[in-house]
């Protein structure tokens, strides 16, 4: 970079200028390249930039070109990246709030209705269903149905722990390539059921805190079903009846219950990803789409499907899997016919078998689907959630575009 101090610098001069005196030296160096008759300090602050630390109180900033142009730009808009992650992760999280959180009182009333052996309304449809469960939010309050909430995350937990442990320990695969054989689908599926049956007492005392009536409930800790699964485990805590079946009874069910709906889940969801993209597959003369919203949604929609699925599929042993963790443990619950009074358990199943069994016989084809029409409304919901956030945030991509 070229100086723009004078070749013959004389201090005399500088102090000339720098008292307003105009003494130059011959020649017009002190001039600076470009500045025609202005006078020229060489001691000076830099230009006074519009938004600068230069400006001082009580100055303003001059109203030239170049302000003026840098003032009238528009202000900076977030990049197209940014927002398109943002978007996703918004629906991803809208999804995982109305799955855990926003859907749970339809999750307490449907196990509730499972349970339920001496039921006359099956609620297979949702009116019934929105109807009973207005009258108990209206007879014990908004808790009513917001029970065992807390459990169900540390179920999650417990299980998503269990899995890593084991997976950490042993050679099992936690997770499947897409170059699998046969022995690695064999471990990894070992190492789900081994995962279902760890986490069984836990599931079945989180099942008990949510369909156990709020007329009775003392306000349980977060952690009691932690408390609760390891009494069951070692056979203390909270007495039971004779007529409790024992973990290794449950064991069975679970393992099943868990497999099929993790297979029919992992099915469905490959197969409606690969219909998705093969009519999204790009043409020659077309372009992918190039926002990670429809990159991302269609993901979401596809474990939306794959679990709907596999809860309607599997109803039948959800529910007769969760008669048997229920038998025994001495659980009230709330009468799903009326929603005003309670009604105790006292089923005497001897397994699986015997109360598949005794369903169909004294309740029909339709006693396996009580309570169904809680799920109707649960998926419902979830699906309008998931469509009203995507329209929000196409908005918002089309707006900052």
Known sequence: MTSRRPDSFEGGAFVGSYRGEPSYPP????????????????VTTPPDIPGSRNLHFGEKTPSGDDAGRLIDDPPSQPPPEQMNRFAGFGIGL????????LAHPCVVFRRQCQVNYQARCYHLSPLTAVSIMYNITKSQGPKALWKGMGSTFVVQGVTLGTEGIISECTPLPRELSHRWNLRQVAGHLLLKGLTYVVAMPFYSASLIETVQSEIIRDNPGVLDCVREGVGRVVGLGVPHSKRLLPLLSLAGPTVLHGLLRYLLSSAVQKLILWLIQSRRKPQPDQRPPQTVLDAYFPELMASFAAGLVADAVLYPLETVLHRLSVQGTRTIIDNTDLGVEVLPINSQYEGMR???????????????????????????MHAAVLQVTKVVYTALLQDNA
């Open 354 to 380: 015997d109360c598949a069994a005794a369903i169909g016989r004294e309740e029909g084809t339709l006693g396996f689907y009580k309570g169904f029409g809680a799920l109707v409304v649960q998926y419902t």
């Open 94 to 101: 809208a999804s995982l709030f109305t799955e855990n959180v």
């Open 27 to 42: 020649g017009g160096y002190g001039r600076s390249y470009g500045a025609g008759q202005q006078d020229v300090q060489w």
